[in-house]
C-alpha cells in the first residue's frame, strides 16, 4: 500500500495534466502533444528518470495518445462533413513515410538533442499562433507534384520528432493554401493518426535503458502515463469544443503562444545543461 501511495501525486498531475492538454486542443485546435511532451519529461523526471533516452519515452508515450485522439477528432468532425478527404488520402503516404523516419531518428537520438529540436521548433510554432494571420496565402491550392512529394515527408518527420500530431505543422500550411481554417483543422487531425499510428509501433520494438523507463513501459511507450491521460483528454476535449464557442479565442491562443514558448525556452535551457 505504501508503494502504491508514493505514485499517488504523481497519477493526480497526470489527470490534471490530461484533462487540460484535452481542454486545450479543443479550445484551440492544438494537438495535445504539444503540451504533453514536457508534461512527461518532467513527471518522469520528478519519478527519478532521465537518462539518454528519457525524451523518447516521453514523445513515444505523446504520440500513443494521439492515436486515440485523432481518431475520434476526425470522426466527429466528418460527421460535420468538414474533413478534406481528397487532402488527406493524397498526403497519407508522404506523411507516413516521414513518420516513420521521423521514428527512427529518434530512437538514434540522446534526450538533450530531442529537447533541443523541441524547443526550437516549439518557439517556431509558438510565434506563428502569436502572429500569425488567417488571411495570410502562398497559395491558393495545397501543393501538388514534387513539392507535395517533398513537403509532406517533412511534416510527419518534424511531428515525430515533437511528438505531436499534425495539427502544428498541417493547419498551417492548408490555411496558407487557401483551405478554410474549420477545414484545415478538421483534415489536420487526421494527419494525427498517420504521424501516430506507423511511429508507435515501430517505438513499441525500442530497447529503452532501465534508467530513462518508468514502470510499465512498453518499448519506449508507458503504458500507465497513456491510460491516464487518454481517460481525461476524452473527457475534457468535448469541453474545449464548447467553450471555444464562448470565449474570446484569439486572445486565449496568444495567451498560450507565450506558455508554449516559455516551455519551448525551458527545454532549451535544460538542453544545454544550464
Known sequence: MTDLMQYLPILLLLLVIGGFAGVMAGLLGV?????????????????????????QV?????????????MRSVNSHNK????????????????????????????????????????VLGIFIGLYMAFGKSDW???????????????????????????????????????????????????AAGFGVIIALPSVVGFFFVDVAADSAPPFTLGAVNIPAFLVV??????????????????????????FAVFLIVVALNMLRKAVGL
Not at 58 to 70: F, G, N, P, Q, R
Not at 97 to 118: D, E, H, K, N
Not at 168 to 185: D, E, N, Q, T
Request: net charge positive; hydrophobic share 50%; with cysteine.
Open 58 to 70: 516521453c514523445l513515444a508515450t505523446s504520440l500513443a495518445t494521439i492515436i486515440v485522439t485523432s
Open 137 to 187: 496565402r502562398i497559395g491558393e491550392a495545397m501543393p501538388t507534384g514534387i513539392k507535395k512529394a517533398v513537403i509532406s515527408p517533412f511534416i510527419g518527420f518534424l511531428s515525430v520528432l515533437m511528438g505531436i500530431g499534425g495539427g502544428s505543422f498541417g493547419v498551417p500550411l492548408m490555411s496558407l493554401h487557401g483551405v478554410p481554417i474549420h477545414r484545415a483543422v478538421a483534415t
Open 230 to 255: 487518454i481517460s481525461m483528454t476524452m473527457l475534457t476535449a468535448p469541453l474545449g469544443a464548447k467553450l471555444a464557442h464562448q470565449l474570446n479565442a484569439k486572445a486565449l491562443k496568444r495567451i
Open 31 to 55: 494537438g495535445g502533444g504539444i503540451i504533453l511532451v514536457p508534461a512527461f519529461f518532467y513527471v518522469f523526471s520528478a519519478l527519478g528518470y532521465g537518462g539518454d533516452q528519457l525524451m
Open 80 to 119: 460535420k462533413g468538414a474533413v478534406e478527404w481528397p487532402i488527406l488520402k493524397g498526403w497519407a503516404l508522404g506523411i507516413a513515410i516521414g513518420a516513420v523516419i521521423g521514428m527512427l531518428t529518434v530512437s538514434s537520438l540522446r534526450s538533450a538533442t530531442l529537447q533541443g529540436i523541441f524547443g
